[in-house]
């Protein structure tokens, strides 16, 4: 498993309805595409306008073409769409991480869901 790491540093007044626009609007389609959702956090300590969220993939390729299925939906469209006019964003980040060979795995059955 690889993992796509995503930095977020948004505008201050911003995060909040970032937060709520991408829970109600790009979390669904995500699920549906991505799929192996590991969590979302927010900074507390440190610089507080910050978003950290983290996917989990098999492969390189496997994130490209769930990623490009993803880009091609209308939804995900009108979601860059209200990105656009929000204009949240200071600066984003991904990185790609890989497990060393002593990391224990990411058991995704023990995740909380994300009512709980």
Known sequence: MIIDHRLYTLKSEKLRDW??????????????????FLGMYTT?????NQVIHLWGYGN???????????????????????????QPFVQTESRILR??????????????????
């Open 99 to 116: 497990p060393t060979s002593f990391s224990p795995p990411i058991r995704t059955d023990a995740l909380p869901t994300q009512h709980e």
């Open 19 to 36: 937060l709520t626009l991408w829970e109600k609007t790009a979390l669904v389609i995500q699920l549906e595409y991505i799929q192996n």
């Open 60 to 86: 390189l390729g496997e994130r490209e073409t769930r990623r490009m299925r993803m880009q091609q939906d209308p939804r995900w469209q009108d979601y860059l769409s209200q990105l656009k006019v929000l």
């Open 44 to 48: 507390e300590v440190g610089n507080h």
